[in-house]
């Protein structure tokens, strides 16, 4: 009997005349556990089917942990000389979710929403207009703003310098259009003026209404970018000091050749006399 009931899509029950469970299937099981306590309501319609009152009731009750609403059947299924027993049948109500699934969904939806509040790095959701549809605490904090407050904002009212963010919106439609994921760097200026940059993967998704949006993850490189920058000015610092050095070396090799001074010579001269007199000689 246990195959055939679990082979049964809903859940399905063998009540005996003391309200025990002889057998339930494997959908009953995920739904109410292995012995649920019947509602006041169920237990009245089991006891008029079992009593042999009446041969089949249908009643609309909730379970004792409190799932439903949904339509209970209570069906007398033993021979007259037998022990009475009787099939319990549940079926949920149409619209109707069980009160535990929606339980459940509630708490993943709280997990993963901790989750990304916890992640260092930005988290976030935008839509082809550049509204926000999701932002984790991390994007939320760069705007002194809570995730609520950022989601139904858009990119052009958070971001202080237009011309960024008409560059992000653009990144942003051409992941939409293309359905191809891209990863570049970006500029952003806060609103307290501070400049930070980001290394930004960008990816499309098709929501169930078939709208398609873009999910992206950006981590700061600011510090990694100051440290290029400062390299850069370094070697273009060095690049200035060599240039003059050699504008100098070659200013004084024209003045000596006005002269008609041989630097070579000068370079053995090893006193300031031996200069003068050489000098002297050659004048």
């Known amino acids: 009997m246990r195959a055939d009931l679990d082979a049964f899509p809903e859940p399905l029950a063998v009540l005996d005349a003391t309200l025990r469970l002889r057998e339930v299937n494997a959908a009953w099981r995920d739904a109410f556990g292995a012995a649920p306590v019947l509602a006041p309501q169920a237990e009245e319609a089991a006891r008029a089917v079992l009593g042999g009152a009446q041969r089949r009731v249908e009643i609309d009750a909730g379970a004792a942990d409190g799932s439903g609403p949904q339509r209970w059947t209570f069906l007398r299924c033993a021979r007259d000389e037998g022990e009475p027993l009787a099939f319990v049948h549940v079926r949920a109500q149409e619209g109707a979710a069980p009160r535990r699934r929606e339980e459940e969904l509630a708490e993943e939806v709280e997990l993963l929403r901790s989750f990304i509040d916890l992640a260092p790095n930005l988290m976030f959701i935008k839509d082809r ?90 981590v700061d490189v600011s510090e990694r970018q100051r440290a290029q920058d400062a390299l850069q000015r370094s070697a273009r610092e060095l690049q200035t000091m060599a240039a003059a050095a050699r504008r ?21 001269t090893r006193t300031p006399k031996d200069a003068i007199r050489l000098f002297s000689t050659r004048s």
């Open 129 to 218: 207009h550049s509204r926000y549809v999701m932002a984790n605490s991390a994007l939320a904090d760069c705007y002194g703003m809570t995730p609520e407050q950022v989601v139904h904002a858009s990119q052009h009212e958070l971001t202080a310098s237009a011309e960024e963010a008409a560059g992000f919106a653009s990144v942003d439609r051409q992941v939409i259009d293309t359905r191809q994921p891209a990863i570049i760097e970006e500029k952003e200026t806060r609103p307290n003026g501070e400049v930070h940059w980001y290394e930004t993967v960008k990816k499309p998704i098709v929501r169930r209404s078939g709208e398609v949006q873009v999910a992206c993850f950006s």
């Open 248 to 268: 100098e070396a070659d200013e004084k090799s024209a003045l000596a050749a006005e002269l008609g001074i041989d630097l070579s010579s000068m370079v053995t």
